[in-house]
C-alpha cells in the first residue's frame, strides 16, 4: 500500500495478475489456448499463498484456459465463484494449433522485425494490435464506467471515482494488463504493449487512484512483482 493510502484516503485499487507459464508448445507443435506447465501450475500456487490474505471486492478472469487455471487456486482459498470478464481476453493470434513451433517462432520473429508504425498491423492472420488495443478499451471503459469511475474530459488524465475504497484484482494476460494499465495512467497507445511493462508469469501489478483537485490520478504502485516466486521459477 503505498504512503497516500497509509494517510488516509480511501484508496480505490486495480490488482492485476498475469497467468502462470503456458504450455504454449508440446512434443514440438503449437498448442492454442494451451493450459498450464508444471512450473505454471507451482507458480500460480504461490502465488494463491501470496494473495489468500488480502481482500478483493471483486476478482474478475480472463476467459482463457490459462488464466482461469491461474485463478483456481486463489479462488479455491478465498471459497470466491469464478467470474468471466469476456473483454480481459488477450489478443487473438493466428489459429497455429498442431502446426510446428517454428511457424509461431517465424511469425513473431518478422513481426519485431517490421518497421514501427508496420507493427499495428499485427501478425498475419490473428486480430490486429490496433483493434486489439481498441478493443480493450472499450472493455475497460464499460467496466469501469459500471463501477463509477470515469475520466474527465481534458488534456489529462483526471477520474471522477464515485464509490473509492474497492479493491478489484484482474487474472489476465500481459497485453490485457498493459493496455489497460496504460488507459488507466493517460498514456498513448504503442504497437508493442506487450514490451512497454514487463511482466511476468503469476506477477502482480497495482495502480490506484489517489486523489488530486479535480477528482482523482492513477498511479502505478507495482510492477511486475514475483516475489513470491524463486528464481528458478521466474519466467516471462
Partial sequence: MSDQSALGHEATEFVFVRHGEPEWVRHGYNVDNPPLTVRGREQVRRLADRLAGEHFDEILVSPLQRARESAAPLLHQLGRPEIIAPWLEEIRNPVWHGTPAERAEEAFRADR????????????????????????????????????????????????????????????????????????????????????????????????????????????????????????????
Fill in 113 to 236: 522485425a517490421k518497421p514501427a508504425h508496420l507493427r499495428w498491423e499485427g501478425l498475419d492472420g490473428g486480430e490486429s494490435v490496433r483493434d486489439f488495443v481498441q478493443r480493450i478499451h472499450q472493455g475497460s471503459g464499460l467496466f469501469l464506467a459500471e463501477r463509477g469511475i470515469s475520466r474527465t474530459e481534458g488534456e489529462l488524465p483526471i477520474w471522477q471515482v464515485e464509490r473509492p475504497g474497492r479493491r478489484i484484482l484482474l487474472i489476465a494476460h500481459a497485453g490485457t494488463n498493459a493496455v489497460t494499465v496504460g488507459h488507466l495512467l493517460g498514456l498513448a497507445p504503442v504497437p508493442w504493449e506487450w514490451e512497454r511493462f514487463v511482466l511476468g508469469h503469476a506477477s502482480i501489478s497495482t495502480v490506484e487512484a489517489l486523489p488530486t483537485g479535480e477528482g482523482y490520478m492513477f498511479s502505478l504502485t507495482r510492477l511486475g512483482d514475483v516475489e513470491h516466486l524463486s528464481p528458478e521459477q521466474r519466467t516471462r
